[in-house]
């Protein structure tokens, strides 16, 4: 299957968080051709803070498999570049491949921010595609964003 289709399947997730009040980021986990996990952003309804759409589908992963450590080829896809926290995750669960829509400029752990993922001391590494779908998926954190302003304005 080709990047665009699961980003796109991420970013139907991405969605749902949006029509939920959460920040819309999506994700899905995939190894092979098979769908073995999908998330969403969940720290506001679920009082979890870490409950970032790439712990969500990592935790649901882990579940289906029945490891703590997903299978060889695990491909995690995000509609937005990962936090720190995130990344931290990905090596602890052994994500093969991280694939991302548009970067994060503040918090992005990749290549944005800071280059968590290159860290010397990590034992496990992390091939990374950033970019898939990049204008879709800033489109949809940006329309979210304008929306919460407008409704701030509309408060004053």
């Not at 051709?33 to 952003?41: C, K, M, S, V």
């Not at 995130?86 to 052994?94: L, N, Q, S, T």
Request: hydrophobic share 40%.
């Amino acid at each position: 299957m080709s990047h665009q289709r699961w980003m796109r399947y991420a970013l139907n997730r991405a969605l749902q968080a949006g029509e939920r009040g959460e920040v819309p980021v999506g994700a899905v986990i995939v190894v092979g051709n098979d769908l073995i996990a999908e998330g969403y952003n969940e720290p506001i309804g679920g009082h979890d803070p870490t409950a970032h759409a790439e712990i969500v589908a990592i935790r649901r992963a882990a579940q289906q498999v029945g490891n703590y450590r997903l299978p060889p080829g695990a491909t995690l896809y995000v509609t937005i570049e990962p936090c720190q926290m995130c990344v931290g995750a990905m090596v602890h669960a052994r994500v093969s491949h991280l694939v991302y829509g548009a970067p994060e400029p503040k918090a992005g752990a990749v290549e944005s921010a800071m280059r968590a993922l290159e860290h010397p001391a990590l034992n496990h590494r992390v091939e990374v595609t950033g970019g898939v779908l990049e204008e879709e998926c800033r489109d949809v954190i940006q329309r979210f964003f304008a929306g919460r302003r407008d409704e701030k304005r509309g408060e004053s």
